[in-house]
């Protein structure tokens, strides 16, 4: 089991930027971003596994960003040009699958505690 622990949530106003930081306490093959927004279901954003490769939701559209640093265990989400409906709880994940897999919910091993976004108009 692997502790996952958030930051980097907040209040910006639409346009602006936030990074979010996911520490995470041992190794896990794959690691990614999932949002909800009140009264939605909970969606994937993106991942990167141990090889480095990154992937996307398509509805991202470019501005946002994953990045991890090996040496501290460490996932970031650089998030650009924030708008309204990006608001939502930010949850880190960590799989124990590469590839495509590393995006299944269910396939998901184990979860941060979420952190808030909030973009406001």
């Known amino acids: 089991q692997v502790r996952l622990v958030e930051s980097g949530g907040g209040s910006v106003q639409a346009g602006g930027a936030l990074r979010l930081s996911c520490a995470a306490s041992g190794y896990t093959a794959c690691m990614g971003w999932f949002r909800q927004a009140p009264g939605k279901e909970r969606k994937w954003l993106a991942s990167?596994?141990?090889?480095?490769?990154?992937r996307y939701a398509d509805s991202l559209k470019g501005r946002f960003t994953i990045s991890q640093d090996n040496a501290k265990n460490t996932l970031y989400l650089q998030m650009n040009s924030l708008k309204p409906e990006d608001t939502a709880m930010y949850y880190c994940a960590a799989s124990p699958y590469t590839t495509n897999l590393c995006k299944v919910e269910e396939l998901i091993d184990d979860w941060g505690q979420g952190t808030q976004v909030t973009v406001s108009s």
């Open positions: 990167m596994d141990t090889y480095h490769t990154a």
